[in-house]
């Protein structure tokens, strides 16, 4: 097992990561936010869902949700229907115009990828992917309540927007 001095450096590593999700954020759409672009990839990741649901994924509070749901509804990224199982809550879906938002900001995230890390080899990416997912995996489901670190005690958590994301 790695000494304190590594997970020091780790954890400093990891810090330092919030340039690269500054330059990631830079390149999103005046349009779409972050928390709004987490909200579009979350529905495709995992289908339609209701607004509770889609919460308890941004793990933030149903005022944020609704919030990113609005602006999204009203870019026409995605649509609300009746829920058939329970007529007083709506599904979200994601409409043609959220898949291409989402084409597109896909596009734009890997160009700037392919920019920054032009220096890099094949083996080196696939490298640092399987160690992220491994990382994540890692940690298990971070919205669970057990895990939870009070707000008060909490560093800033990467990979998620302070309203609200991996890019997937």
């Known amino acids: 097992m790695a000494g304190q001095a590594q997970f ?7 810090s330092a990561l919030g340039a690269v999700k500054r ?3 830079r390149i999103l759409p005046h349009d779409c936010p972050a928390g709004s672009a987490a909200v579009l990839a979350l ?7 209701r607004m509770s649901k889609l919460a308890e994924l941004l793990a933030v509070d149903m005022s944020v949700t609704s919030r990113h749901v609005a602006h999204l509804v009203e870019r ?4 609300r229907s009746p829920d058939p199982a329970d007529k007083r809550s709506r599904i979200l879906r994601l409409t043609p115009d959220g ?3 989402l084409d597109e900001l896909s596009r734009r995230s890997t160009e700037l990828l392919t920019e920054r890390l032009s220096d890099w080899t ?9 160690l992220m997912t491994r990382l994540r995996e890692s ?10 670190i009070p707000a008060s005690a909490a ?4 990979g998620e927007t302070t309203t609200h994301t991996p890019t997937a």
């Open 155 to 158: 560093a800033p958590v990467l």
């Open 139 to 148: 940690f298990g489901d971070c919205r669970a309540g057990h895990s939870r």
């Open 122 to 130: 094949d083996d080196e990416v696939g490298l640092l992917i399987g």
């Open 43 to 49: 529905l495709a990741r995992h289908g339609d869902m």
């Open 99 to 101: 898949e291409a938002m």
């Open 8 to 14: 020091a450096e780790l954890a400093r590593q990891l």
């Open 23 to 25: 330059d990631l954020a």
């Open 76 to 79: 026409g990224w995605i649509e």
